[in-house]
């Protein structure tokens, strides 16, 4: 991968973070909860993509997005832990809001989560321009 790409591919990823956000907002406000988490774990999963991208890495799953995160940055103590947990559970919610009906979501879940996501965005955001990626 060149710079040039890597930057482009870092880019998208970060405009589909975004684009994911404005669903995620857009059904809550309909007070479709669960397939508004769904969403906000989509934002999270392309923001963290689009750091693992600045170091060259491309994982094939979910769970290697996990570890890498882990591996790459929560170790280093270059991100707080945090950061993973809040993967971590939405990954764990998503799979719920996606294929179990019974579990409700609600409008303080969707809310706290969406913060946490947030936070984590706009470290990674940060990070990125830190670096002369974005």
Do not use: W
């Not at 890495?57 to 940055?73: A, D, I, S």
């Not at 170790?75 to 939405?90: N, Q, V, Y």
């Amino acid at each position: 991968m060149t710079e040039q790409n890597k930057k482009l591919n870092i880019a998208q990823e970060v405009e589909k973070a975004k684009d994911c956000l404005k669903s995620a907002d857009l059904l809550s406000t309909h007070n479709q909860y669960a397939d508004a988490v769904s969403r906000l774990y989509y934002y999270v999963y392309h923001s963290v993509r689009a750091l693992l991208l600045s170091r060259g890495l491309e994982p094939r799953t979910h769970e290697g997005l996990l570890r890498l995160l882990g591996m790459h940055f929560i170790k280093p103590e270059i991100l707080d832990p945090s950061f993973s947990h809040c993967f971590a559970r939405l990954m764990k919610y998503r799979g719920e809001a996606d294929y179990n009906p019974s579990y409700i979501f609600t409008e303080a879940d969707y809310s706290e989560f969406k913060e946490e996501a947030t936070e984590l965005h706009n470290k990674v955001i940060e990070f990125l321009k830190k670096d002369n990626l974005l």
